[in-house]
């Protein structure tokens, strides 16, 4: 797949990869998972809590391009927010991807009560994962996946939310040994 990107977003993309540990962006296996994952479930509209510099939005959005669908991600950080806005313009996935600034309890605790997501991606504030859950819940349409990264190298930080998602009747629940663990969800009811 990376090699059906147009050479600048690869570019963009490798040269983000050079700044993973500076930006905690999620690793390219990782990316490329998620990636799939929209395009083989035809997801149309999905949101992701923490932007950072854009590397993840950039494999979402065009996801989410290819399925005529749109992303929304949510960003804290007006630095991180300038950004990742500059990458999604040089990587054509700007039209497919609304970023919302602001803290990601706040911009969650407010979104309008019919709006549905398909897919929801989280990697952000690791103490604040059940909130996070506890927020797009209502707003993940059956059959839709719930993920959240990080879930094995910060393990004691997300522990309440991996309970939590555990023992929830609406979802089947796993962990992919993806590097740094990624919690896959699917909402059955």
Partial sequence: MFKDFDPLTQETLKNLETTRSDFWNIYRPTAEFLYNLIINERFTYGIEVGTSNGYSGIW????????????????????????????????????????????ALAVLE?????????????????????????????HLKKGGIYTCDNVLSHKEKVQTYIDKINSHPDYIHTILDLPAGLSFARKIR
């Fill in 110 to 138: 407010y979104l309008p009560e019919d709006l549905k997501f398909d897919f929801a991606f989280v990697d952000a504030n690791k103490s604040e994962s059940v909130d996070y859950f506890r927020l797009i819940h209502p």
């Fill in 60 to 103: 979402l959005g065009k996801a989410f391009k290819k399925n005529k669908g749109q992303l929304r991600t949510i960003e804290f950080y007006e630095k991180r927010y300038s950004v990742a806005q500059e990458n999604f313009k040089k990587c054509a996935v700007d039209d497919v991807i609304t970023i919302c600034p602001g803290k």
